[in-house]
Nanobody, 122 residues
Framework: QVQLVDSGGGLVQAGGSLRLSCAAS????????LGWFRQAPGKEREFVAT????????YYAGSVDGRFTISRDNAKNTVYLQMNNLKPEDTALYYC???????????????WGQGTQVTVSS
């Protein structure tokens, strides 16, 4: 089983960009589908993006499609989330997660990072 460590969050102005990273331990990283989720204060955790084991399939939430890009480097055991044209409503704690398929539900993933805070000012 992998362990995940999220990083790369910060404070950015609206319209700016950030790249989140999620580093995994273990030698089975390439066997996992990976996802990014986010949770704003007082709201449920929501799906952002997912990528398949070989990176041949990616899927995004409608609210981020065209602005965010998920990618992975299996040689580095790392998954990324490039976020462009950020909006104040993107402010949340962002989590990476590992699972066996490219699901969109929290329950589809069984290993989670600790989260990294993204704050977008207007």
């Amino acid at each position: 089983q992998v362990q995940l460590v999220d990083s790369g969050g910060g404070l950015v102005q609206a319209g700016g960009s950030l790249r989140l990273s999620c580093a995994a331990s273990g030698r089975t990283f390439s066997r996992y589908a990976l996802g990014w989720f986010r949770q704003a204060p007082g709201k449920e955790r929501e799906f952002v993006a997912t990528i398949s084991q070989s990176a041949g399939f990616m899927y995004y939430a409608g609210s981020v499609d065209g602005r965010f890009t998920i990618s992975r480097d299996n040689a580095k055991n790392t998954v990324y989330l490039q976020m462009n044209n950020l909006k104040p409503e993107d402010t949340a704690l962002y989590y990476c997660a590992a699972g066996t398929f490219t699901g969109t539900r929290v329950a589809d993933y069984d290993t989670w990072g600790q989260g990294t805070q993204v704050t977008v000012s207007s």
